[in-house]
């Protein structure tokens, strides 16, 4: 089970820091995507982190420098630092695994358990 905790209301150019705290199994064996959906639109991957064995990371080009991914093993969470947010970032945030590969996936389709969802609301 994945749950992801985080979202709120900000301005343009605040911060969040979104978690996905995983139970049953071990986060940093598989890859970890953060993806988001926006109203109307298609949901889109924003960051990957791979299992530890691979170590990749990954980022949409539109939240390149903005946002980090990272994951404290302690305590079995990946973590979604976002600065910088612009009303674009306006979306519901789901983390989910994926246990067929230990690197990079960016694809929706590959992921098998998803968390319920986080609203990130940036607006003036």
């Known amino acids: 089970q994945l749950v992801e905790s985080g979202g709120g209301f900000v301005q343009p150019g605040e911060s969040l820091k979104l978690s996905c705290a995983a139970s049953?199994?071990?986060?940093?064996?598989?890859?970890i995507g953060w993806f988001r959906q926006a109203p109307g639109k298609e949901r889109e991957g924003v960051s990957c982190?791979?299992?530890?064995?691979?170590?990749?990371?990954w980022y949409a080009d539109s939240v390149k420098s903005r946002f980090t991914i990272s994951r404290d093993r302690a305590k079995n969470t990946v973590y979604l630092q976002m600065n910088n947010l612009e009303s674009e970032d306006t979306g519901v945030y789901y983390c989910?695994?994926?246990?067929?590969?230990?690197?990079?996936?960016?694809?929706?389709?590959?992921?098998?358990?998803w968390g319920q969802g986080t609203q990130v609301t940036v607006s003036a």
């Open positions: 989910a695994a994926t246990y067929g590969t230990i690197v990079v996936v960016t694809t929706v389709d590959w992921y098998d358990n």
């Open positions: 049953g199994f071990t986060l940093d064996h598989w890859p």
């Open positions: 982190i791979a299992s530890s064995v691979d170590g990749g990371i």
